[in-house]
């Protein structure tokens, strides 16, 4: 279920600076109270409902504080939870355990909520020919948490960065002096430097939507703040000679009837800038 741009020497080097951030040169409490070589067991119970997330991440953490510590998965990634279920059982070290705690927390909190958030967008659709989309609206340095919980909540991962993927905005068409310069200017740029990337366009009105059909050379048409009938109108307009996809204010509330208009793909920023954290805790076992 790990998106496949998500590698292991990622979550490494993530689990490293996330332990140093909070570590430093000891966990002095843990040093002060916990005997070097005590040993503990760990519940990690859920205190919320929705779709867990993070479970995988957890086990990379837990085993990357305590290389011997014996992690038992009850919830995997993508299973519906409910209040006062278990999601994983860890024994080790209990210094080690007590200092991976709350990156573990911390994770699978905001993991489970945006996967949570992003079930919900999938079932409101689940019946229609969409597919629902992330974006880049995500926080600096865990994007790649996000765009995972996102996977692993049934959505769908857009562009992961401006290095994938040409996104030809209205600041680019009008810093460009329009759309058809700013294709051409794109499409010559992919040729210089040997790159195959998609394009998409955004567009504005219908107006734009008839330029950039006479245009051409894009992946993408993405229709910006539109009002249903005319995203309805834009979409039959393009009759599948592009992709098509919806953006702006879409919500929970709304994304059906987006969908309905027959638009390839639908993007919403809510996924990750608007989703609620699942609360859970960690508590060692006497």
Sequence with gaps: MRPTQITDQQIQAFITAALYEDVRDGDHTSQATIPAGHRSKALLKVKDYGVIAGVELAECVFRQADPGCTVVVRKPDGSDIFYGEIALEVEGNTRALLQAERLVLNAMQ????????????AFEVGDLPVKVLDTRKTTPLIRFLEKWAVKIGGCENYRWGLYD???IKDNHVDASGGIRPAIERAQTYLKTHQLDLPITLEVRNLVEVHEALGAGGITRLMFDNFEIPILAEAVATVNKRFETEASGGINLFNVRKYALTGVDYVSAGALTHSAQPLDMSLKIQK
């Design 165 to 167: 993927w040409l996104m």
């Design 110 to 121: 905001r993991m489970s909520g945006i996967a949570t958030l992003s079930s919900r967008f």
